[in-house]
């Protein structure tokens, strides 16, 4: 992957996101909004268009007090990387295998996609019949999270990455992520903190707290922060 501009930071998060996030901004640290708080119903659709119009971001997605299996009987811990929309993604992945850590890349271009091997750092495709949507689709996950968002509510201002942001809180069924999280199951309801600028309304940061998956722990929490939008990047397979 190539980028103009600023060079790719690679952070060994599924870490900042999942996270590392310190470069996004945590949740808090805000400070006093000066006038009432907006309607959810405004401050969500326009979030969703904005994310829209976006053609490059960076993410960072870590785990608290969890992992999320992906191909190769790998665990996620953390995934820092970019994506071109609509389906093109370049990552450094932090995983487990049993007590083991691992650092491994990922590229998906279109239906294709592959992963360094954790031991020799060689590229190989991913199993018969695997997208890099099998592991996490961050693009589809944040629509399908902020266009689903049940039970929303604006609950104050806060500053995130330098950055004024509205904290908004709600909920969302699990069965919505299957898109974005392949892992997901219907039936369980998840909390979602996200924070979205006041100016612009792009979205900052996204924390999905609670199992979306039967065998999680109830205080696991996902946490994605976006940044970087806009900037010309490319993504291209690796060399073979």
Same mark, same amino acid.
């Given at each position: 992957?190539?980028?103009?501009?600023?060079? /790719?930071?690679?952070?060994?998060?599924? @870490?900042?996101?999942?996270?590392? %996030?310190?470069?996004?901004?945590?949740? @808090?640290?805000?400070?006093?909004?000066?006038? $009432?708080?907006?309607?959810? &119903?405004?401050?969500? #659709? &326009?979030?969703?268009?904005? %994310?829209?119009?976006?053609?490059? %971001?960076?993410?960072?997605?870590?785990? *608290?007090?969890?992992?999320? $299996?992906? $191909? !190769?009987?790998?665990?996620?811990?953390?995934?820092?990387?970019?994506?071109?929309?609509?389906?093109?993604?370049?990552?450094?992945?932090?995983?487990?295998?049993?007590?083991?850590?691992?650092?491994?890349?990922?590229?998906?271009?279109?239906?294709?996609?592959?992963?360094? !091997?954790?031991?020799?750092?060689?590229?190989q495709p991913l199993p018969s019949g695997t997208t890099i949507k099998d592991i996490f689709d961050p693009t589809q996950g944040v629509k399908a999270i902020i266009g689903s968002l049940q039970n929303a509510q604006v609950t104050g201002e806060e500053k995130v990455g330098g950055v004024q942001t509205w904290h908004v809180e709600g909920?969302?069924?699990?069965?919505?992520?299957?898109?974005?999280? $392949?892992?997901?199951?219907?039936?369980?309801?998840?909390?979602?903190?996200?924070?979205?600028?006041?100016?612009?309304?792009?979205?900052?940061?996204?924390?999905?707290?609670?199992?979306?998956?039967?065998? *999680?722990?109830? !205080?696991?929490?996902?946490?994605?922060? /976006?940044? !970087? %939008?806009? *900037?010309?990047?490319?993504?291209?397979? #690796?060399?073979?």
């Amino acid at each position: 992957m190539k980028r103009t501009g600023l060079a /790719l930071a690679i952070a060994a998060p599924f @870490g900042a996101c999942l996270l590392a %996030f310190a470069a996004c901004g945590g949740g @808090g640290g805000g400070s006093p909004t000066s006038g $009432p708080l907006p309607p959810a &119903a405004s401050v969500l #659709p &326009a979030a969703v268009q904005a %994310f829209d119009s976006l053609q490059t %971001f960076h993410f960072s997605l870590t785990h *608290e007090n969890g992992t999320s $299996p992906i $191909p !190769n009987g790998l665990q996620l811990v953390s995934a820092d990387g970019d994506v071109v929309v609509p389906d093109r993604m370049h990552a450094a992945i932090e995983a487990k295998v049993g007590s083991q850590t691992v650092k491994v890349e990922i590229i998906g271009v279109g239906e294709q996609g592959w992963m360094t !091997n954790p031991f020799n750092r060689q590229w190989q495709p991913l199993p018969s019949g695997t997208t890099i949507k099998d592991i996490f689709d961050p693009t589809q996950g944040v629509k399908a999270i902020i266009g689903s968002l049940q039970n929303a509510q604006v609950t104050g201002e806060e500053k995130v990455g330098g950055v004024q942001t509205w904290h908004v809180e709600g909920t969302v069924q699990s069965d919505v992520l299957a898109t974005a999280v $392949p892992i997901s199951r219907p039936g369980l309801t998840v909390g979602i903190e996200a924070w979205i600028e006041v100016d612009g309304s792009l979205i900052r940061q996204v924390y999905l707290k609670g199992p979306i998956a039967p065998g *999680e722990a109830d !205080n696991i929490v996902r946490k994605l922060a /976006l940044s !970087n %939008f806009g *900037e010309q990047i490319t993504i291209t397979p #690796p060399p073979q």
